[in-house]
């Protein structure tokens, strides 16, 4: 599989290559590092708009600042990818970051590895919404990574009996190696969570209790720890309750594709659980 990890330096950069070591992926992945030049963004100091007269010196001094900070990141990406163990090459693009990352992203990408600072404003603003957009945009699945790396042994997996949820099941199947550190150790073990809204019909928590035992099913035979998590309430609070209580090093959900329809449904859920989860998550798509 071919991974697309987008850095623009800083640690949460780092922390989106970082990731791509600690998932114990069936195949080794080939990934691409990205750091993106934005100089049009560029802004002189107190001003509204991106350059007019009199700004050319700021202007002219903030591009030969990036492009010296993009060669130093290129470098620094390159060591970290040799320590890491990881195969694949660094690539400096110019141009609008969201944009330039969906460009590459259509290259014959499965994942694209993205670092987000949190849910303060500032930050939001920055590579909060630059991950938001992601998981909406990009052609390909997508890993947000919230924290620094560790080893991924408890996924939790949102399941609903949609496509968008088999898609996910089956992504975990066919990438995840269950048994990382050999027959003889811990399989990692996959929490599948199927949240139901507060009905009084109880043939419907019969329903998806049976979904998640399909899922588990499926998952066990490849080699997977199960354990299955039935919860009544709205489905992205109880993903990430489920979650937080379990010590999850990894959310998988699915992601129901690009249209209004899809992002009202799914793609809420998995909008909200990438904001507010506390360890990293992987939208399917």
Known sequence: MKILAATDGSKYGRWAMEWLAEIPFAVQPVVRVLHIVDAASLRAPFMIQPVIVGTERYIQSEVKRMETAA????????SLLSTLGLSGTVTTDHGAVAATI???????VGLLS?????????????LG????????????????VKE???PVRHLVLAVDGSAASDKAVKFVMRTINPTPDGPD?????????HAMPFLKYPEVK????????RSGDKLAKSGFQIREAVRLGKPADEILTVAKKNKADLIVTGAK???????????SVSTRVVQHAHCGVLVVR
Do not use: W, Y
Request: hydrophobic share 40%; aromatic share 2%; glycine share 12%.
């Open 114 to 126: 993205i670092g987000s600072r949190g849910l303060d404003a500032l930050d939001r603003f920055m």
């Open 102 to 108: 969906m460009k590459h992203a259509q290259r014959g």
């Open 257 to 267: 594709g690009l249209g209004a329809i899809g992002r009202v449904l799914l793609g």
């Open 206 to 213: 019969e329903v998806g209790k049976g979904l998640v035992q």
């Open 185 to 193: 150790r811990e399989p990692v073990l996959v929490t599948l969570v």
């Open 129 to 144: 919404s630059i991950s938001n957009h992601a998981i909406h945009h990009a052609p390909c699945s997508v890993l947000v």
């Open 148 to 150: 620094p790396p560790r």
């Open 71 to 78: 060669k130093a990141t290129k470098k620094e990406s390159e």
